[in-house]
């Protein structure tokens, strides 16, 4: 019984809130009983006769049995959401494991098909073996970022308390991202409209709101398409600030939307691999966006392109 009556602090399990409400009820009906003996009566009467008595004796009866097996249901009912639960977890645990794997495998095999070409072949050219290095050089820095962005999610989801939170300023951190890849955007013919006001403080990691922005960008810049524009904006809220990140490119067809956050998920995989993405960068976003207390979603406006929207708690 004494696992059921938790500390109020600790939240209570689908049993265990199932088994006060019933118990809640009992109680009220008892208290009832007890007062006024009968519900046309309107003030309270002692028990003159002794069948109420026996009637007030054979409902705490029935309500103490009643409890115990719905204290033995709730208990069952706790254990097997925990099983399904954790089978759930396995299971998906697994799926990212094999996922890995296979995103492992491309740059890794990649690498040692060049380096075995170069290792193999003594008469290879200076020009053909300059490019073999240039491409294994390539896949390396893509399995880096793989690495990194895998690094960043198991942060996230194994140890949040390690995670170092202070006072960041959105402004400047955009700021600096907007020089960081206005160079790939001017080869793109892309515009950007940064309508975020000065001054943006927030309470968070400095390393995963510089993610949420910079995998947004990056995004942006790989697939909304040549000479579009990105804007982002923010509109301050009681509790938060609203953030809008909002492209006119292509979009995507709207039967991928609620996909786009899973992680490995790719609409065009080869497309994906061809621009250097991990498959694991909007679900970083994801993450880190519920990590500081908001929520994000995703649209395809019908003047095209993408619109993401998500809250960053103030302070």
């Known amino acids: 019984m004494k696992n059921l009556l938790l500390p109020m602090k600790k939240k209570l399990s689908e049993g265990q809130k199932m088994w006060l409400s019933v118990m809640a009820v009992f109680l009220v009906y008892a208290t009832i009983f007890i007062l006024f003996e009968d519900y046309d009566r309107k003030f309270i009467m002692p028990f003159n006769e002794v069948s109420d008595w026996h009637l007030l004796l054979f409902s705490l009866v029935v309500m103490g049995g009643l409890g115990f097996l719905l204290f033995r249901y709730a208990k069952r009912m706790d254990e097997r959401i925990s099983r399904e639960q954790s089978e759930k977890e396995n299971r998906m645990r697994r799926e990212l494991t094999q996922n890995i794997a296979h995103e492992l495998k491309t740059p890794v095999a990649s690498i040692l098909g060049y380096t075995d070409t170069i290792l193999d072949s003594p008469d290879i050219t200076e020009e053909v073996k300059n490019q073999f290095i240039v491409r294994a050089n390539a896949q390396a820095r893509r399995l880096t970022m793989l690495l990194q962005d895998i690094s960043t999610l198991n942060r996230m989801d194994y140890a949040r308390d390690m995670i170092r939170m202070e006072r960041v300023n959105v402004s400047v951190l955009f700021a600096d991202i907007a020089q960081e890849t206005a160079f790939a955007m001017q ?27 910079r995998n947004l960008m990056d995004n942006a810049i790989n697939y909304a398409g040549r000479g579009t524009t990105v804007e982002v904006s923010a509109t301050q809220q009681p509790d938060c600030w609203q953030f809008t990140f909002l492209d006119n490119g292509i979009g995507i067809p709207a039967a991928h939307l609620s996909r786009i956050f899973e992680r490995f998920y790719r609409i065009d995989k080869g497309r994906s691999r061809e621009t250097g993405g991990t498959g694991l960068g909007l679900s970083i976003v994801k993450n880190a966006v ?8 995703v649209s395809a406006p019908d003047t095209g392109g993408l619109a993401f929207e998500f809250t960053i708690k103030r302070q």
Request: cysteine-free; proline content about 3%.
């Open 187 to 213: 080869n793109r013919q892309m515009t950007l409209h940064n309508y975020l006001p000065e001054g943006i403080i927030v309470h968070g990691s400095y390393s995963l709101l510089y993610s949420i922005f």
């Open 290 to 297: 519920l990590l500081h207390g908001g929520n994000i979603t």
